[in-house]
């Protein structure tokens, strides 16, 4: 069989498992979309956010991309990010990015991999900005498991510049964090940087007419 047709095989019965487990699953499932978490994560296989946090559908709105991005640019986060705080009122946006992550890996070196460059530019300027803190480490591996963390925490400070953000916590409650997962054991790490107010960025950044 090929290999697609096997995910439409397991579908079926992945499916019939829910409804002999509980009979209402899909009727619970289809009444409401209220999610309490929106996951910014990488788009790696390895990582999907419902089964590494052990949870149920309905649960986590998701949006992945390479090395788990937030550009300011980008209408496809921008989207996912104003209609999850703004229309679902969700209060926890989640960053988990991962170690050994290939997007990061590859904006390490100086190799050209085709149309990705230009995203994982990106990733550069976050070396660029911690280039003291991160040629003090030899080893290439722990440099970039460190180079992983910092993105993070430069996502969620993008997070936080955004007018988005800004103006969800004038409404309060609206909390961002910074995860790492570990691909060798399965745990996530809290990197503690929790941002809930406008003071927790740059004055430069604040919108004061929102
Ligand atoms: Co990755």
């Not at 069989?1 to 397991?10: A, E, K, P, V």
């Not at 209402?24 to 990582?47: H, N």
């Not at 991999?113 to 995203?119: L, M």
Request: hydrophobic share 40%; proline share 2%.
């Amino acid at each position: 069989m090929d290999s697609h047709l096997q995910l439409l095989s397991r579908n079926k019965n992945w499916a019939s498992t829910k409804i002999k487990e509980d009979p209402e699953y899909f009727t619970k499932m289809r009444a409401v979309q209220k999610p309490d978490f929106l996951w910014i994560g990488c788009s790696d296989s390895r990582v999907p956010a419902e089964n590494v946090t052990e949870t149920d559908p309905g649960n986590i709105f998701v949006h992945r991309n390479i090395a788990n991005m937030v550009v300011s640019t980008d209408m496809n986060l921008l989207s996912v990010l104003d209609y999850a705080v703004t229309v679902l009122k969700i209060q926890h946006v989640i960053v988990c990015g991962h170690y050994g992550c290939g997007g990061v890996t590859a904006a390490i070196d100086n190799l050209s991999y085709g149309f990705v460059d230009s995203w994982l530019r990106n990733i550069k300027e976050v070396y660029a900005k911690y280039r003291v803190e991160l040629e003090i480490i030899t080893d290439r591996n722990a440099r970039i498991d460190r180079l992983v963390e910092l993105n993070v925490i430069e996502q969620v400070r993008n997070l936080a510049k955004t007018k988005i953000v800004q103006k969800a916590w004038m409404e309060g409650g609206l909390k961002i964090h910074g995860w790492v997962y570990g691909l060798e054991d399965g745990i996530i790490k809290d990197l503690n940087v929790v941002y809930d107010e406008v003071e927790n960025i740059d004055e430069i950044y604040r919108y004061t007419n929102l």
